[in-house]
């Protein structure tokens, strides 16, 4: 990886932004104030921007193997997000593994989508 050091700290912001949103959402003791799809939505798209944002930031100082440094980058990032679902957010929403990983684990897979798609993007770009 180009940069090991930004990469993880990327990394955990991927997962630190939208973790810091959400609390506006919930009520000082603890429930959804909007509704539930409507929550799972904007995390979404909250996750989806600032893990673009990351990705931008962090491929500017990259000048070679783009693919590989984008599934690099795109696994090291899925494994950092899963790790801290599943160390803070899994036993804070009191939920089990087979429910996190269907309502929420799933749609991490689309940072290593977006990683190695950029990285893609930069290499036919650079022929």
């Known amino acids: 990886m180009k940069s090991i ?25 603890g429930g959804l104030l909007i509704d539930q799809l409507l929550f799972k939505n904007i995390m979404v798209v909250v996750g989806s921007w600032f893990a673009a944002f990351l990705i931008i930031k962090y491929f500017k100082t990259v000048d070679k193997n783009f693919v590989k440094e984008g599934a690099l980058l795109g696994l090291l990032w899925l494994a950092i997000n899963l790790i801290l679902d599943i160390l803070i957010l899994v036993p804070m929403g009191k939920m089990t593994m087979g429910n996190y990983f269907t309502q929420i684990g799933l749609e991490y897979l689309m940072i ?14 650079n022929k």
């Open 112 to 125: 290593p989508a977006m990683t190695i798609l950029v990285g893609k993007v930069l290499a036919n770009k």
């Open 5 to 29: 050091k930004k990469a993880l700290i990327f990394g955990v912001l991927s997962w630190l932004i939208p973790f810091v949103a959400s609390f506006f959402f919930f009520s000082p003791k």
